[in-house]
């Protein structure tokens, strides 16, 4: 028997065209790897801290990127990525997919050789395509709460 998996992204939709884009990332079993949460502050580890400067690297690797948003939680990554098909650079825009693809690529390299070999990510990642303010709002503010709102998140697994 096949098992048949569910799209993980809007069909015939161009995921390299110029849009705000909300990605989540978890890691493999949602294991706690990147710090703590302690009176509602992030404390990123060493690894967490990997997961945040790989973020800024997509920054600075692919000029046509503005970071808007990042929060690094114990077991996944929030986000908001927006794509400028204005950029004049030479460089060829990729896909969300790719863009994330590169982001979990190196930053698992850089968590192996940190001292962590088993590290895993989660397959794949969850989108939202930001298609207003309010949403874009609302958004930016879940991510900005989310150390605050921890233990009332839906990625929150009690170590």
């Not at 949460?37 to 990127?65: A, C, P, R, T």
């Not at 050789?113 to 503010?141: C, K, M, T, V, Y």
Request: aromatic share 16%; glycine share 6%; hydrophobic share 35%.
């Amino acid at each position: 028997m096949l098992h048949h998996r569910k799209p993980q992204r809007l069909y015939g939709f161009d995921y390299s065209s110029e849009r705000y884009y909300f990605v989540t990332s978890c890691t493999q079993n949602r294991v706690h790897y990147f710090g703590n949460v302690q009176d509602g502050k992030m404390n990123l580890n060493i690894y967490g801290e990997i997961v945040q400067q790989q973020w800024h690297w997509l920054g600075e690797h692919f000029s046509y990127l503005d970071l808007i948003e990042f929060v690094v939680m114990p077991n996944h990554i929030h986000g908001i990525i927006f794509i400028d098909n204005n950029d004049y650079s030479l460089q060829k825009i990729k896909s969300l997919s790719e863009i994330m693809g590169a982001f979990k690529t190196t930053s698992s390299k850089k968590i192996h050789l940190a001292g962590l070999p088993e590290f895993l990510w989660q397959r794949s990642f969850h989108d939202h395509i930001i298609r207003n303010d309010i949403s874009f709002q609302r958004i930016q503010n879940y991510i900005q709460n989310n150390p605050i709102n921890w233990t009332n998140d839906t990625y929150f697994i009690q170590t």
